[in-house]
């Protein structure tokens, strides 16, 4: 066979370092870690009691776990270890999974698993760090008048935010994210400088690194919450599977000079905001405020506090920009790779990488506006974020693992690493445990859902191919004759030009029956050329290749497409492509139109067949297995394949067939013929009468 690239994909050009890259990296990476801050503290502050119950040592133990925990999760795991594990650049729990399914078939558990959680996490983010941000500005006058007073108009400011930024998905937002990195730039340094402006006031807060604090603040009766208190140290780095995730969009080198300046910048807030509770702990006026009270808007001096609540509406906005962007990117990933139904997907601008699905923007906007309404502040929002994203890093350690015995590291040296983090994320997962009854049973059961679909539509399709017979197959080779005698037959219509039908062609070019019915039996299409075109996802993200074969004909093409997980999957373009190699080449004759309105057209016209199976009553094969099949099948109603193969524009025909599994009974019941005078005395329970009445 021949196997042909169809176009040279060019790298991310923002792959290398370089400072257009850094501030790319600041605006699309760090989002949803850069915004911690803004609830870490105080949801620190409100689980042990309020600001009376902040002790110097219970705030140097807190700032000690929030610097540990960035320094070993985000900084050791991620930074130094997983960015490594890419697949041509890419990064995310499924690009990691193509690198290791191989070894292993229960891997794909852990990557579904991962990737649910990681998509459930994200539908809470928006709502968090947007409410957060907004709370800042409850009680501030601008310009004498304060525009927010109430929880309840927090809300309504909120809702209008997260609605507007969904509505403007469609539209792509190529503009809004080219000031997203200065935009994160400002951000980043504003929380830095404040910081250091809070530290001047005790440098001794400093001594909050020594991991001696963490572990004292871990036993010590200052902390009411015990162990738990993890539960809002792991706020600090919920941001560190969406920094995985993101690398194909900025590069490796460009994460590994932006993250340094990120961490000092984030250790400097938490550190100014420990310093400042520590000097206004007994401040009777700021003890009353209560939960009202939020360390990193009151720590801001009162000349910036306004720019600062503004500028972190900004972050808040940005990063639920990246972590809705990064769901599509998900999804569409997840899809390729065959874990989850194809969904209508949109390319509003010619940005590369940009996509835009509007069935999972409506899903997530619905769920973060119920969210909202649901949890009313921050405070709630925080005591029930982060369980799944622990679950999602739990599946990256296992899968990081498998990887690092692929790499052939020392097998000893690996699971030691691995098995270090895999404790520190299970303790995190079990102090994020009592978050489930706060609110975090919505997301979870969000996730089962995704866990289940995606089950469903990938074990499905395998109980399906398992169920179906070898009889159900017919080689292509057998049916060259007649093909070749339809196409001849002048007393049948021309019905197109090319018939494409996308359909798997396996070893031996054997094909489902029912392409062939569709052929020969169900209305004989004449054609002159017949196509076989298989859509094969490979490995690597941004494949662009085929292969063909022409059975010594000019007349039956079968077609391997090899696209990437990242690539469009738009057949009717690159079908084009493969027809003028082969007319070049001389495979097959040109196809010159009488009437057309470009000049010397050689190519043809095309029709497309797709079929869709339905579930034959005569299917025997057991309850659940037919279950989990007949699922799967009405998932499929609400997805357009024609949409999904770029075919929106073709000439398109959708037939529908049976699906028959399992074994067959032979012995089927056979109507027998009687003369009616026999039938008279047959009892009959119902009777259909004629519509027309009796004159």
């Known amino acids: 066979m021949e196997k042909t690239q169809l176009n040279s994909l060019r790298n991310n050009p923002h792959s290398k370092m370089s400072i257009a890259g850094f501030l790319i990296a600041l605006g699309i990476v760090y989002g949803d870690i850069g915004t911690s801050p803004l609830y870490v503290m ?56 193509t690198l290791v399914r191989k070894r292993a078939k229960w891997l794909i558990i852990p990557a579904m698993i991962g990737g649910a959680t990681f998509l459930a996490d994200g539908m809470m983010t928006p709502a968090v760090t947007v409410t957060a941000a907004i709370e800042g500005l ?45 935009i994160m730039l400002v951000w980043f340094s504003f929380l830095g400088i404040i910081g250091i402006v809070n530290m001047s006031s ?3 807060i400093i001594r909050a690194l020594n991991p001696y604090y963490a572990f004292e603040l871990l036993r010590s009766p200052v902390n009411i919450r015990g162990v738990f208190i993890l539960g809002s140290i ?17 590069g490796r080198p460009n994460i590994y000079t932006s993250w340094p300046f990120v961490k000092v910048c984030l250790l400097l807030s938490y550190l100014g905001q420990a310093a400042w509770i520590i000097s206004v702990r007994d401040n009777h006026q700021l003890q009353q405020m209560g939960s009202a009270m939020n360390p990193f808007y009151q720590s801001i001096p009162s000349d910036f506090r306004l720019f600062g609540i503004f500028l972190s509406a900004l972050a808040a906005i940005i990063a639920s920009q990246a972590l809705i962007s990064g769901s599509y990117t998900l999804v569409s990933e997840a899809t390729k790779l065959k874990i989850f139904p194809r969904l209508k997907t949109y390319y509003p601008t010619n940005f590369k990488g940009q996509l835009y699905i ?68 299970c303790i995190f997962f079990v102090t994020n445990s009592s978050k489930f009854i706060h609110g975090a049973y919505i997301t979870m059961f969000i996730a089962a859902l995704l866990i289940a679909i995606m089950f469903i539509w990938r074990y499905g399709e395998r109980l399906k191919d398992d169920n179906t017979y070898r009889s159900h197959f017919a080689s292509l080779l057998a049916f060259k004759r007649q093909l070749n005698d339809l196409r001849k037959d002048p007393s049948y219509p021309l019905y197109t030009t090319n018939l494409v039908y ?194």
């Open 138 to 182: 409850k009680g501030i006058a601008i310009h004498n008048t304060i525009l927010i007073s109430t929880q309840n108009q927090v809300i309504i400011v909120t809702l209008i935010i997260l609605s507007t930024l969904f509505f403007i998905q469609r539209f792509g937002t190529q503009l809004i994210g080219r000031a997203f990195g200065p």
């Open 234 to 250: 792991f706020l600090a780095t919920t941001g560190a599977e969406a920094l995985y995730s993101d690398m194909g969009h900025v």
């Open 42 to 97: 105080h949801s620190l502050m409100v689980g042990n009691g309020g600001l009376d119950k902040m002790s110097t040592d219970f705030i140097l133990g807190s700032v000690s776990l929030i610097f540990w925990t960035l320094t070993l999760v985000t900084t050791i795991k991620y930074v130094l270890i997983a960015l490594r594990a890419d697949n041509r650049g890419e990064g995310g729990i499924f690009a990691l999974y």
């Open 358 to 425: 509007p069935t999972v923007n409506s899903i997530i906007w619905v769920v973060c506006l119920f969210i909202v309404f649901y949890f009313k502040t921050s405070e709630n929002m925080s005591n029930a974020y982060g369980l799944e994203i622990t679950i999602t890093m739990l599946m990256t350690t296992i899968l990081l693992h498998q990887w690092l015995l692929m790499k052939r590291a020392n097998r000893f040296f690996s699971t030691i690493i691995i098995s270090f983090f895999f404790i520190i994320e």
């Open 202 to 204: 005790d440098w001794t």
């Open 502 to 695: 996308l359909t798997k062609v396996h070893d031996g070019y054997r094909i489902k029956k029912n392409i062939l019915y569709s052929i020969l039996d169900k209305r004989p299409k004449r054609a002159q050329v017949y196509w076989f075109v298989t859509v094969n996802v490979t490995d690597e993200p941004y494949t662009a290749a085929y292969s063909v074969e022409t059975f010594d004909t000019d007349y039956m093409v079968s077609v391997q497409l090899y696209l990437g997980f990242r690539v469009d999957q738009k057949v009717n373009v690159y079908l084009r492509q493969v027809v003028n190699d082969l007319m070049s080449n001389g495979e097959i004759k040109s196809q010159p139109q009488k009437y057309t309105t470009i000049p010397d057209r050689d190519v043809g016209d095309f029709s497309f067949v797709i079929i869709k199976e339905v579930l034959s009553p005569d299917t025997k094969i057991s309850g659940i297995k037919k279950s989990i099949i007949h699922t799967r099948l009405m998932l499929q109603k609400f997805i357009s394949p024609a949409t999904w193969f770029g075919l929106s524009y073709s000439d398109v025909v959708e037939e529908r067939v049976p699906l028959v599994l399992g074994k067959v009974s032979l012995n089927r019941l056979r109507l027998v013929r009687k003369d009616r005078a026999a039938l008279k005395d047959i009892k009959i329970d119902s009777e259909i009468d004629d519509d027309d009445d009796d004159d």
